[in-house]
């Protein structure tokens, strides 16, 4: 079964910070990787999105991920947030159902 | 494209009575999906239709939930009888079969 481990509950910064969120996935055939986020009372929104390729992953809002299949790792990176990328985050998986870590509530403070 | 609409965004009703919460997909995607969110349990799948057919309801938590999907525009999810533990936020999502789900707004299900 797929298993898709975050590992920060809640992650608090100033503006400017630098963010980074970790993200394990479980082996499988197929590695389709998810990065979504879902502002607060609002849905989930796709933020990246790994496939194959290059492995280095650009999205919206200037988030980032790295795909890095020796360490099962997807991990999230912005260079500096901004007081609007207060949100909860999800990494997920999917093989053929999308498969959603715990997330990670980060709280941005201006 | 309109996205995926669900209805009602909010519901709040008495224990034991009928929930019927109601899904629309973008039109061509081929896949359906019913997730419940709840703070302590977080984002669960209940259940996957593809092309109509339920793929996989291992997520369903019990006889009281059931889902349906009669055609490739519609779905419901409902709960008979519901229970204040059911209290969650119910997103519907749709897929056009690449791995990327895009979702509804939720509906919000409070049992008293």
């Known amino acids: 079964a797929q298993s898709v481990s975050q590992h920060n509950h809640h992650v608090i910064l100033s503006e400017a910070a630098s963010l980074e969120l970790g993200c394990n996935y479980s082996?499988?055939?197929?590695?389709?990787l998810f990065w979504y986020v879902q502002y607060p009372g609002q849905h989930l929104q796709l933020l990246l999105k790994?496939?194959?390729?290059?492995?280095l992953v650009k999205g919206i809002k200037g988030f980032e991920a790295e795909f890095i299949k020796s360490k099962f790792s997807f991990n999230l990176r912005k260079p500096s947030v901004q007081w609007s990328d207060t949100a909860e985050y999800f990494c997920?998986?999917?093989?053929?159902?999308?498969?959603f870590g715990a997330g990670t509530t980060v709280t941005v403070r201006a | 494209d309109a996205g995926v609409i669900q209805s009602p965004r909010h519901e709040v009703t008495e224990m034991g009575q009928e929930v019927t919460l109601r899904c629309k997909p973008i039109?061509?995607?081929?896949?359906l999906f019913w997730y419940r969110q709840t703070m302590m349990r977080g984002l669960e799948l209940l259940i996957y239709?593809?092309?109509?057919?339920?793929?996989?309801d291992s997520g369903m938590p019990e006889d009281r939930f059931s889902a349906k999907m009669p055609n490739a525009s519609f779905s419901t999810l409902k709960i008979q009888p519901s229970e204040p533990r059911d209290s969650a936020v119910y997103f519907c999502?749709?897929?056009?079969?690449?791995?990327?789900?895009?979702f509804g707004e939720g509906s919000r299900l409070t049992v008293l």
């Open positions: 999502a749709s897929s056009p079969g690449t791995g990327e789900l895009f």
């Open positions: 082996y499988g055939g197929t590695v389709n």
């Open positions: 790994y496939f194959s390729g290059d492995p």
């Open positions: 997920a998986q999917n093989d053929y159902k999308l498969s």
């Open positions: 039109s061509g995607h081929n896949s």
């Open positions: 239709f593809n092309n109509n057919v339920p793929i996989d």
